[in-house]
């Protein structure tokens, strides 16, 4: 009876559960988990700051999840060495646990850039767990002015959390736009006056420099008076454990298409590795959960000696802020095309590169894009469809006659 | 399992299908009440061809369904064959709306997710668009595939 371990405890893990258990229903499987939670919904804990969700309704799979897969869970418990040559892990608590087959699953860790006199703030908080979210909902009242340092994706959710139940919110970030990792100017400009016209105040192309217990000193000399300070500046991979074990790393841990990193079976999946974007050609991190289930299931079918690769990973993002909703895919390559659709309400943003689909930025109207997120991750010849058509509309019927006799005549 | 398939040949490009959708998940038991004056949300899109040809889309029901796989809720899950969504655990993301690559997962009237469930959540007992299509161009039958 083999032995699986699975470091972490979120999406990539539970993937990794159902992947192993596809193929092998015998084996034992361990999970460490840091948190003492049960899998949630990671990304949920804005929604539950909005009252849109709850504790029992984030859990990401039913109460009975581990009992059902046989799993058995050591909560509260973080490993601190992998010894790729004997095959076993250590645990903080000093217990050592063997493994045929590992996958690590350890995601991100918030970063915090030195800033001068941060140590003099009394409520500050990262927005990553569960446990920051309910910290968040304890420190913040109807009279807090809420300072949210990045206005990535987790510094826009927290402020879009916290509307409402905060007195102000201020965004501030180094980058010239909002959302500057998934959006570009004239996309992330509809998306900021929408933001602002929600009661967010930006500051943007500035970040603080200094605090002074509850004053920012931004670096253009600007001050800004808060209770409550939300550091949402960006992630790092957590790679240490591979790293120190001898594994390739660079950004995050390297994973082939079957998820395996470079030590011998050591698996990783989620926001801890990078992969292959095939809409960029490149190796990045790629910190989605939807990736990071696939490649925890990827990862577990082959721990248990099956045969699967994920194999057509792209970036993409569905991702809104008072009901004005966006989505993004793939890559905008120098030298696309672009075909541009654009009013007052919403932005369609196509990118075209060598007869490919490669990217798209959408906002505002929302029907069927999963068709043209197809044309990328299929990397479909554009010559081969009914373009003029598709872009104006995402519809099957100009994908040819032989692909919809193939998606609607038969199963897929 | 059964599905729900097309035969274009026979579609008439009414679009009764989509009314009969929208009526059979309302809750309501008057078709005029539920219907009228209101933009509809089907489940079912009818599209047409360059070649006018037309036929129905809904959800496939796929063997390895990415829409499962992605949900960052854990809202939408596979039971016997049939991709459902809890609509309790929904919050809108409408990342299954990115992923689904044939268009068949879209908004429901409050912005939240929705796509075909073989009519068995609602006190249809069969799919609607199949029952009211009226040249049979939609069926819903064993086609005998490998799960």
Not at chain 1, 42 to 56: A, E, G, N
Request: glycine residues 10%; aromatic residues 6%; charged residues 20%.
């Amino acid at each position: 009876m083999k032995q699986y371990v699975i470091i972490g405890n979120g999406a990539a893990a539970a993937g990794c559960i159902e992947g192993i258990r596809a193929v092998d229903t015998a084996g034992s499987i361990t999970v460490i988990s840091a948190e003492q939670h049960p899998v949630y919904c990671r990304p949920l804990i804005s929604y539950y700051l909005q009252h849109k969700t709850d504790l029992q309704r984030m859990r990401y799979r039913s109460e009975t999840f581990y009992a059902d897969n046989h799993v058995s869970v050591a909560f509260g418990r973080t490993a601190i060495e992998i010894s790729a040559d004997t095959k076993e892990i250590t645990l903080d608590s000093g217990e050592i646990i063997a493994y045929d087959a590992l996958c690590v699953c350890t995601g991100s860790s918030p970063f915090v850039p030195p800033m001068q006199g941060l140590e003099t703030v009394e409520k500050q908080f990262a927005f990553m767990t569960v446990d920051d979210a309910l910290a968040i909902e304890q420190a913040v009242t109807p009279e807090s002015n809420v300072l949210i340092i990045g206005a990535g994706l987790i510094g826009l959710k927290c402020a879009e959390g916290l509307h409402g139940r905060a007195g102000s919110i201020t965004v501030c970030d180094l980058a010239p736009r909002v959302l500057s990792s998934i959006l570009d100017d004239k996309c992330a400009a509809m998306m900021q006056k929408h933001l602002e016209a929600n009661g967010i105040r930006f500051l943007l192309g500035t970040s603080a420099k200094e605090f002074r217990g509850s004053k920012a000193v931004m670096q253009s000399g600007e001050t800004v008076d808060f209770d409550v300070l939300v550091l949402a500046v960006g992630v790092r991979a957590n790679t240490a454990l591979v790293k120190n074990a001898g594994g390739d790393v660079n950004r995050g841990i390297l994973t082939d298409d079957a998820c395996k990193t470079s030590l011998p079976d050591v698996y990783a999946a989620g926001d801890c590795t990078e992969y292959h974007d095939i809409s960029s050609d490149s190796v990045k991190v790629m910190a989605l959960m939807p990736n990071a289930y696939m490649q925890g299931h990827t990862a577990g079918v082959n721990m248990a000696g099956g045969a699967a690769v994920f194999d057509n990973a792209i970036p993409m993002n569905s991702i809104g802020f008072f009901g004005l909703h966006c989505h993004t895919a793939g890559t905008q390559p120098d030298g696309c095309e672009m075909y541009e659709e654009a009013d007052e309400t919403h932005i369609k943003r196509l990118f075209v590169k060598n007869d490919r689909l490669t990217g798209f930025m959408l906002i505002g109207h929302m029907h069927r894009t999963g068709i043209y997120t197809a044309l990328i991750r299929n990397q479909t010849p554009l010559s081969s469809v009914d373009f003029a058509r598709l872009r104006i509309e995402p519809q099957l019927a100009a994908m040819g006659a032989d692909y919809r006799e193939h998606v609607l005549k038969g199963a897929v | 399992m059964k599905r729900i398939y097309v035969k274009e040949e026979w579609c008439l490009g009414c679009r009764l299908c989509e009314y009969n959708c929208a009526f059979a998940n309302s809750g309501m038991t008057d078709m005029v009440k539920a219907l009228r004056g209101k933009e509809i949300h089907p489940r079912i899109q009818v599209e047409t061809d360059a070649d006018g040809i037309t036929y129905a889309v809904s959800c496939r029901h796929c063997t390895d369904p990415i829409c499962v796989k992605s949900c960052i809720a854990g809202a939408i899950s596979k039971k016997d064959g049939v991709i459902e969504i809890d609509h309790s655990k929904c919050v809108g993301c409408l990342t299954c709306v990115l992923v689904c690559p044939y268009g068949c997962v879209v908004e429901d009237e409050g912005g939240a997710a929705q796509k075909c469930e073989l009519c068995m959540k609602n006190t249809c007992g069969a799919p609607a668009c199949v029952k009211g299509c009226p040249n049979g161009a939609i069926v819903y039958e064993e086609r005998g595939e490998a799960e």
